[in-house]
């Protein structure tokens, strides 16, 4: 038996199938593409011409980064068909569609994560929605706790790998596709190609941006420091309650992923210290002044159009 599951492992190694994909400017979905969900034909079908080429979620703290986008459109998430409503301080629910820096882009101002109650698949139809629409990058932020001591509350990173501690298989949507629910490690979560493009975009901006592999946990609890050591031994630099899941669905979906987090707090597991999401709140505002200026020159650099009518 041993023999055969190494056989198996070594065939699937050898023999990597493709995850589907999907249209991303297309009207028209090819064949092995999944449904479209109910809210993503709600919001097809009042605004015809948006054609979304950025999908971009906001964390904690974050949502304010939705008012640099121009000529927006508000939709609140429990005018959608099929939405949950966040429940947490920070995540205010609302679906943003417009433009940033001359590309238009569909912001989820708030995510719901499973410690609120929510199943997995209820909690990522928002961002099934977003990829449904056609989105060519998909960019990923949350507030995370610090393992690593080389990071510092405030300090934005890049996610380049992750530990799923969610214990929650996140299933392709493509009901054609009997491969879509293994992952082969040749296939990159976070997509090199575009954290190449963050650093560099970051060090035009005047600032490092280090990687970090993000270990996600159920939640809601903080971290013991106990949690925290052995977090650190498995590998871990920071340590947070969402995003993993988002991250498989887009690669499901062949969409590219690129992840930023906010370290809101360093943990020294040898000093008693209590955490506050007020704290976490504070902090990501406060990396707000380098989160957004990134994001908004990724978009001018990778995706504006030169006819851009204000």
Known sequence: MRNAKHNAAEILERHPREPPTISHRLPVQPANAPDPCAATQWIQNRHRSFRPR????????????????????????????????????????????????GAQVAVLQGRCHLYEGWSLEESLRPLRTVLELGIELLILSNASGGINPRFHSGQVVAIDSHINWLFQSTKSPNRHDTAGYILMRNKRTYDAQWLTKARETAEELGFSLPSATYLATLGPNYETRAEYRAFGRLGA?????????????????????????????????????????NEVLAWSSLARSRLEPLVSRIASKYFSTPNRNH
């Open 54 to 101: 950025i999908g971009i979620v906001l964390g904690s703290g974050l949502g304010d980064l939705a008012q640099a986008i121009e000529e927006p459109t508000q939709i609140a998430y429990r005018d959608i068909p099929d939405f949950p409503e966040p429940k947490v301080p920070g995540h205010s629910g609302q679906l943003v569609l417009g433009h940033l820096e």
């Open 237 to 277: 630099d920071i340590v947070g309650m969402s995003t993993v899941p988002e991250s498989i669905l887009a690669m499901q979906l062949g969409t590219p992923v690129l992840a930023f987090s906010v370290v809101t707090n360093v943990a020294n597991p040898d000093i008693p210290t209590a955490t506050q999401h």
